[in-house]
Structures are given as structure tokens and as C-alpha cells.
């Protein structure tokens, strides 16, 4: 699980941030759980040495929103599927 990632120590919070968001979800789109992971740990390894504090977030991270139980059940009512219901999650992961 790479959700709430910080892939650097906190003694480098003086570094600028780069944030995705990562949730395995069902998907049709040829990529294994493998390849997934090799996917995130490269584009942490290159972040690292740009010089940025690349950090994963996930679904835990969007749950520290105040609204978000509020907000979840709004996308459960339109009944997204998980893929697409994650595209917003994100956003809410951010402004977490």
C-alpha cells in the first residue's frame, strides 16, 4: 500500500513537495499489481533526485478531509465506478 507515502525523511520538509495519488482498483488497462509498484517506486526515485520530497497519497489521506464521509456518499450515489470514483477522490486527498 503506497497511500500517505513520504518518500524522503522528515528532516528534508525544506525540499518542495510533489504529490500523486495511487489506489489499486480494478482496471483493464494490462498493468500488473507489479508493474504498478515498480511504476510508483520509479517515479519516487526520480522525484528524489530532481531534488523533490515525492509523496504518494491515497484513499486513508482523502479520509482526513473533514467532509469527506459527506462527499463519498455523494460519488456513491452516482454510482461511479471505482476507477472513475478514485479521480475525484483524489482531489479530495489533496485538499485533505
Not at 450515489?77 to 476507477?83: H, P, Q, R
Amino acid at each position: 500500500n503506497f497511500g500517505g507515502v513520504n518518500a524522503l525523511d522528515e528532516a528534508v520538509s525544506d525540499l518542495p513537495v510533489m504529490h500523486t495519488f495511487f489506489e489499486r482498483v480494478e482496471k483493464n488497462t494490462g498493468m500488473t499489481d507489479t508493474g504498478d509498484d515498480m511504476l510508483l517506486e520509479t517515479w519516487v526515485d526520480m522525484w528524489k533526485d530532481a531534488g523533490w520530497n515525492p509523496i504518494i497519497l491515497g484513499v486513508e489521506d482523502a479520509k482526513k478531509h473533514p467532509d469527506f464521509e459527506e462527499l463519498n456518499q455523494m460519488l456513491e450515489d452516482f454510482k461511479f465506478n471505482d476507477y472513475n470514483k478514485m479521480c475525484f477522490i483524489r482531489w479530495i486527498a489533496v485538499a485533505a
